[in-house]
């Protein structure tokens, strides 16, 4: 029974950790730009594509195509975000909503075009299947895979916003904007970067979770639910509040899921009203 | 009634609409729109179906215009009022009371009682903790009718829904001759009466919630009461909607609750242009003949053409086709007066 209960922890943490590879970006453009974008997991469908292209056509090594999706995922944002998102940053919430719900159902109808509305199998190597041991539990050795990568970018990413000089623009921007620019800040290409950060982070999580959501055409929308859950309720425009709302959601879905399937995806559903209308603006709000 | 142009001057006094009166009289090219569709019923008496549909839909769209164009409450889950009023409405026929009009009634309350209920979430929050509030209990009843399969058929959905005659008299035909005359009039009853809603104080006073909710209580209006009371309105006309399509098409899909459902909606209103009733009416019409020749090709392709539509309307045609009717009808105007005269 314990044992039980810890396989679906770990399980849950996985699931929420790659929810939350997946949201930060989303996080950061919300919080950043103000700008309700509906296609974030467009850009993490994008990077499972680039994954499974690679590896199944010309076969390149699971590894080696992660960092290319995040270069996909990444170009593809920044040239999205040059040519129609930042015509958007002062329109209101309803054009940004339609304009991404727009976006998304062209990306989901191409990729149908293209590839077809099958799932896109993933081929793991060797060494991330089947079981490994830990402290006598036996675990899924994908799944740990994935928390250790996270826990790395997790890492990563804070220090490149809390130490570096782009991360103190960042900040900067997200506090305020006008004062920024008379800083000198070039908020526009800050905008830019960020953005395209966001986007190449969400596609190496769908590159990643593959294996754990599935990769269908349908994807941004059977997914964009829980990623703006992560945000919503975490707070937008900081790395804390997403994450613990992403691990809460991925910890509360795998138990929902296990324990009383009958019930399936409502548990995470009354989660997010119950959190949203307790915590309004989110669980860790940014310090002004 | 004639839908104010947004004058955009630097003066604030000068930004607002013209103060004038609510009223009521009816212009003569509105009474040419509502002949349009016994054109259809006379000319074209194979397509009543998709004409009967177009009215519902348009009613929808309606509907979500009243707190959307209006009260300016961004909604991803109205289709959840929707839905609610399609089962309400179903499972009474179903369960043996097959009277439409008190099925409607029936449909009306339900879905107005659960957007009462459900109104005190949604108006509490700003724009993103709207759209995830209200997208979040579309969800949850969307998930509520597909696991209670024992009482809704979850995803095969309601059939086996049995009408009785129409105030005892007609009977619903194959050609939906019935379906037609009755949607029309419930959907022209309920236009006048909205009409007279939006064009009253409390329509007006909505608006000034659009425009500046902060500033609102300043002049003594209850905003939360109000944005109460239009959500609840607009939720028991969704119902009333959603009652229509199952007790016309004597079916209720799972479908009528999704989330696709809403975005649909979103996108047909502001296809047809926000805050102007009949931009709803438009909108759904264009949308649903678009989506009769189109998906009739190929489904996918339907759903990228949307998308493109979707697109170019936020990025170049703001306000929709009644919008850009305007627009051009403005233009058009001062060469008019300076003809006459009076500049």
Redesign the interface.
């Known amino acids: 029974m314990l044992s039980n209960f810890i396989g679906v922890l770990f399980d849950g943490i996985a699931y929420g950790s790659l929810l939350f590879l997946i949201s930060v970006g989303l996080s950061v453009t ?1 919080g950043l730009m103000n700008f ?1 974008n509906l296609a974030h997991g467009a850009f993490a469908m994008l990077g499972g594509y680039v994954c499974v292209v690679l590896m199944n056509r010309l076969g390149v090594p699971f590894l080696l195509t992660l960092p290319l999706a995040f270069l996909g995922g990444a170009l593809a944002g920044w040239v999205l975000e040059r040519l ?1 998102y930042r ?2 940053y002062q ?1 209101d ?3 940004q ?3 991404s ?10 990729f ?2 293209v590839w077809g509305p099958t799932q896109q199998p993933v081929h793991l190597p060797d060494w991330l299947r089947g079981q490994v041991g830990i402290f006598g539990l036996d675990v899924g050795s994908y799944r740990l895979f994935l928390i250790g990568v996270v826990i790395v970018i997790t890492a990563a990413l804070g220090w490149l916003i809390e130490r570096t000089r782009f991360g103190a623009q960042i900040r900067a921007s997200v506090d305020n904007q006008r004062a920024a620019v008379g800083l000198g800040i070039n908020v526009g290409r800050v905008f830019s970067l960020t953005f395209a950060l966001g986007s190449g982070l969400a596609a190496l999580g769908g590159g990643l979770g593959i294996d754990v959501l599935g990769l269908d055409p349908t994807f941004p ?1 059977k997914y964009m ?1 829980y990623f ?2 992560v945000v ?1 309720v975490g707070g ?1 425009g900081t790395i804390r509040g997403p994450l613990a709302a992403a691990l809460l959601l991925g910890v509360f879905d795998v138990a929902g899921k296990y324990y009383v399937p ?5 548990v995470i ?2 989660l ?2 119950v959190l ?2 307790l915590y ?2 989110g669980l860790i709000t940014r310090r002004a | 009634m004639k839908p104010e142009l947004p004058s955009r001057s630097f003066s604030v006094a000068a930004g607002l609409p013209p103060p004038r009166l609510p009223h009521d009289r009816w212009q003569p090219l509105e009474v040419v729109f509502w002949l349009l569709p016994w054109l259809a019923f006379f000319l074209f008496p194979g397509y009543l179906v998709l004409v009967s549909q177009m009215m519902i839909m348009g009613l929808f769209a309606l509907s979500l215009d009243l707190i959307l164009g209006y009260a300016g409450i961004v909604s991803l889950g109205h289709a959840a009022f929707f839905g609610l009023g399609a089962y309400a409405a179903g499972l009474l026929a179903v369960h043996g009371w097959g009277e439409p009009l008190s099925g409607l009634l029936v449909a009306a309350a339900a879905s107005a009682l659960f957007g009462f209920l459900t109104s005190f979430l949604v108006v509490r929050g700003h724009d993103l903790t709207r759209l995830m509030v209200t997208l979040g209990i579309a969800l949850m009843l969307f998930e509520v009718a597909n696991k209670a399969a024992f009482i809704t058929g979850g995803v095969d959905g309601l059939s086996g829904v049995e009408m009785w005659r129409l105030l005892g008299l007609f009977e619903f035909d194959l050609y939906g001759k019935t379906a037609f005359c009755y949607s029309f009039a419930v959907l022209f009853v309920l236009f006048v009466a909205l009409r007279r809603l939006v064009n009253s104080p409390f329509g007006l006073s909505l608006r000034g919630i659009r425009e500046g909710s902060a500033r609102m209580p300043a002049i003594g209006a209850d905003v939360q009461w109000r944005l109460v009371a239009i959500y609840t309105v607009a939720a028991g006309v969704a119902g009333v909607a959603g009652a229509l399509l199952a007790q016309t098409t004597q079916f209720v899909g799972l479908e009528s609750l999704s989330f696709n459902r809403s975005a649909e909606l979103l996108i047909i209103l502001v296809l047809g242009g926000t805050g102007r009733l009949y931009g709803a009416l438009v909108g759904a019409a264009v949308f649903m003949l678009a989506q009769d020749r189109i998906a009739g090709i190929d489904p996918t392709y339907w759903q990228f053409w949307i998308g493109l539509l979707l697109v170019v309307i936020v990025m170049f045609g703001r306000g929709g086709i009644l919008g850009g009717l305007d627009k051009l009808r403005a233009r058009l105007r001062p060469r008019a007066d300076a003809a006459e005269g009076r500049s």
């Open positions: 919300l309700v129609l015509r958007l329109a919430p309803l054009d909503v339609l304009f719900i727009g976006l998304t159902f062209m990306v989901v109808a191409g149908t075009y929308i639910v703006l859950i919503a937008a009958g019930i399936g995806a409502f559903y009354v997010m009203v949203l209308l309004p603006s």
